[in-house]
């Protein structure tokens, strides 16, 4: 029986090659946008997924709320609260405090191999929390040594070859030798958390001074904690036990009312927004959009397939009354033209796969993944096959129900004629459709308005020909040495050292009192950065009054500069010469300038508070090429000078202004996958009005013809097979606008800094899908007015 079935679908199908083209292309096109954006999302949701006990996993955060810079949460914090939750806290069963690792850069030296990567100190229970798979060593002792290391698989090949590497030693930072005591497989890709190596956190105590009173400190946030919870213990029952340990245990940080969150793991990757501490939103909102264009776009190519297929009922009417006249039950012709939509689906699918498997390398690059068709997977090919017969029985329920329902009776007399009540379900669809795809075009059009938009928006500094490299190694001892040489090599015409590299700030620090503060009055909540002299000349800021720092290291230890962000936010009307206390130092300093507000974080948030201060903290070093400098060959003169006051380190640099352009990224990554999927809809949207358009051009041949005949010209014969069509557009550019704007609005919301959205996006979108539409309609109907008409008539 199904073989029958299946036999008359092939006929069919061949038989009417030119409809069946168009609905297998526009069907293949959907399911290929559904099929990446599917195995996209599933990637997203996999992210550490394949941590054992990932659901017990946990990092451990800080929420703080003030009167007057509201809520925030960051993943910083001090280590005595990880000892704490270790010792006190029942349910806990591990707990780990690290530095940031996978964001501390390092030398790594074996002989004459050197290399620069990403690790970070983490304590002993940093592995048993996170059970990453030995391939030598093993967990138990790998971080027990202080001066010990353990690589990951890339990184041990890298500096050791094929050499077994246990026990081998690596100096890292040209200062220290480690021992190798473990090598672990390499970090997935849809790993958060990405490192090439790890160090004893032990290691860190003993050879970083500064860490001293670390464990003692309260307010010594510079740390993150991880815990792994008991088995059946939840979150929900630790949660109110952890809640107050900082209020409780650190007076000083009680004014910001900070509460102990935790974190889940299995939601790092796509909740990275909170609200009254709890994740709410992230990427997981664009995963959401994007799911939702694939379903759209997959929509889309299901109405076109209904469209064509009922828009050609007069053609199988008397197949239909043919097939009731002899017998057929209304049953076997739904069965059967849901036989015929099922197989032109399926062969749609294998087109599918051909293009997914071509379009795969391109959308991996754009959105940095490694998905792959998992052919070998039979879980995959169920859910395609569930795929295949749901969107089949999709597109073809209302040609199967509606074809099936015609009167034999009517229908071998010829009294089967369309009228509005068939054509009318078909506009619908047709609204429905191009209004998913103009509110896409809108969208793409929104997204890119608000990227540039906060391209535009003025920095504060000059990003041109400015250059950061991290000050590594032996470079903050010879600074003074190394910034003589850079300005004499004649490629370099400004040099100057900071905390923070310009495109971010590593440090916030709370400004304690300042003249006119209230008693009520909450300290700020400031960003901090440590300049050398020259910092501002080098970067291109501008002093709005008040001096720059001296060319002494001590002279101004006292003095501080504050940005205009921070004047505005403590109200000093006069702040040149007045002082002011910051962080929980009793030995106030003197603000002796005011500078103007710099984007040194995000381009969609308003400029932060900042505090510039005169000191020896240095982490990255900034330097601006000389206009005449040719960039290749001042790069081959940098290195040379680097490698000879740094040679443990490899000479890497960036470009500010590329760096500024990251900050874009996932906004220009949404610009372009929103783009490449309203081109899809409007595309799959014009292969379906492509094919009603040839449809009423050959169900209208004989009135064309005689209108011809009666002098109608190539221009009336057009409007007249395109205003319909133009209509359907316009109604839909209503609907999706309104949709869009509701939409889009909500969007931009979660940015400070944003467009407000006017009249012109509509009407440039409304215009470019009545052109669209125009064109793709176009060539049916010149085609039909300029037919012969006595071939027309003597046709009929």
């Known amino acids: 029986m199904i073989k029958n079935y299946l036999k008359i679908a092939w006929r069919n199908i061949v038989n009417n090659k030119v409809y069946s083209a168009i609905n297998i292309l526009g069907l293949a096109a959907g399911m290929a946008v559904a099929l ?354 749901l969107t089949g029985l999709l597109a073809g329920s209302r040609p199967a129900f509606y074809l099936s329902s015609f009167n034999p009776v009517k229908v071998l007399k010829g009294a089967i004629k369309e009228g509005k009540s068939a054509s009318l379900p078909r506009k619908i669809l047709v609204v429905t459709q191009f209004s998913c795809s103009i509110a896409l075009i809108i969208s793409t059009i929104i997204v890119y308005q608000q990227i540039q938009h906060a391209k535009d928006r003025p920095t504060g500094y000059n990003a041109a020909r400015l250059m950061m490299t991290d000050m590594s190694g032996d470079l903050n001892t010879k600074y003074d040495a190394l910034k003589n040489d850079l300005l004499a090599s004649g490629y370099v015409e400004s040099v100057a050292a900071a905390s923070s590299p310009v495109t971010n700030i590593y440090s916030h620090m709370s400004l304690d009192k300042w003249p006119g503060k209230s008693v009520s009055d909450e300290a700020v909540n400031i960003a901090a950065v440590f300049v050398s002299d020259d910092y501002f000349k080098t970067l291109g800021m501008t002093l709005r009054e008040g001096r720059d720092f001296t060319h002494s290291w001590t002279a101004d230890s006292t003095s501080v500069i504050l940005n205009e962000a921070a004047v505005k936010r403590i109200g000093l009307k006069n702040p040149i010469n007045q002082l002011v206390t910051w962080n929980g130092s009793t030995v106030p300093v003197r603000v002796i300038g005011v500078v103007k507000d710099a984007l040194m974080e995000s381009p969609f948030t308003p400029v932060q508070p900042a505090i510039f201060s005169h000191g020896h903290v240095a982490n990255n070093i900034m330097y601006r090429l000389a206009p005449n400098a040719n960039t290749q060959q001042a790069i081959k003169k940098l290195t040379k000078i680097f490698d000879s006051y740094n040679p443990a380190y490899p000479y890497i640099y960036q470009f500010v202004d590329e760096e500024y352009n990251h900050k874009f990224n996932l906004e220009i990554l949404v610009g372009k996958l929103s783009g490449i999927f309203a081109g899809l809809a409007i595309l799959i949207s014009c292969l379906g009005l492509f094919g009603l358009a040839a449809y009423v051009a050959e169900q209208r041949t004989k009135e064309i013809g005689i209108r011809k005949v009666l002098g109608a010209s190539v221009a009336q014969v057009w409007l007249l097979l395109s205003k319909d069509f133009i209509l359907l557009v316009g109604i839909s550019c209503v609907i999706a606008s309104p949709v869009a704007f509701y939409f889009l609005q909500n969007w931009l919301q979660k940015y400070d800094y944003r467009i407000t959205i006017g009249p012109g996006v509509f009407i440039l979108s409304a215009t470019a899908a009545i052109a669209i539409t125009l064109i793709t309609i176009s060539f049916q109907a010149i085609k039909a007015a300029l037919t012969n008409p006595v071939k027309s008539l003597r046709s009929e």
């Open 36 to 389: 990446i954006i599917g195995l996209w999302v599933v990637n997203e949701y996999s992210f550490d997924k394949f941590l054992p006990n990932y659901k017990q996993l946990y990092q451990v955060e800080l929420n703080f709320t003030t009167q007057h810079d509201g809520e925030h949460t960051q993943t910083a914090m001090a280590i005595p609260l990880v000892d704490v939750m270790r010792k006190e806290i029942p349910g806990i069963k591990y707990a780990a405090e690290t530095d940031w690792v996978g964001w501390q850069w390092h030398s790594l030296l074996v002989g004459d191999k050197k290399l620069y990567l990403n690790g970070g100190a983490a304590a002993p229970d940093f592995l048993k929390i996170f059970q990453y798979p030995f391939v030598k060593g093993s967990a138990k002792d790998a971080l027990t040594d202080p001066y010990s290391i353990i690589l990951n698989e890339s990184t041990a090949k890298a500096l050791f070859g094929n050499v077994d590497p246990i026990n081998k030693f690596i100096r890292i930072d040209n200062q220290q030798n480690l021992k190798v005591t473990g090598v672990i497989k390499d970090i997935p890709k849809n790993a958060t958390k990405q490192f090439s190596f790890l160090t004893p956190f032990s290691f860190k105590e003993k050879t970083e001074s500064w860490m001293s009173t670390a464990r003692t400190t309260w307010t010594n946030n510079s740390f993150n904690a991880f815990v792994e919870l008991e088995p059946g213990v939840t979150i929900e029952q630790i949660a109110p036990k952890i809640k107050n340990l900082v209020y409780e245990h650190s007076p000083q940080m009680r004014p910001a009312k900070p509460e102990v969150i935790l974190h889940p793991l299995k939601d790092w990757h796509l909740y990275s927004d909170f609200k009254n501490g709890k994740a709410v939103g992230g990427f997981i909102d664009y995963v959401r959009m994007f799911n939702i264009i694939g379903i759209l776009v997959l929509l889309i190519a299901c109405i076109n397939f209904m469209n064509l297929s009922t828009a050609r009922s007069e053609r199988r009417a008397r197949e239909v009354g043919v097939r009731k006249a002899i017998g057929s039950q209304r049953r076997d012709l739904i069965i059967q033209f849901l036989a015929e939509s099922v197989l032109i689906t399926f062969i749609a699918f294998l087109f599918s796969i051909l293009f997914v498997q071509l379009a795969l390398p391109y959308f991996n690059s754009l959105v940095d993944s490694a998905i792959s068709i998992p052919y070998t997977n039979p879980v995959f090919w169920g859910i395609m096959l569930f795929y295949v017969l």
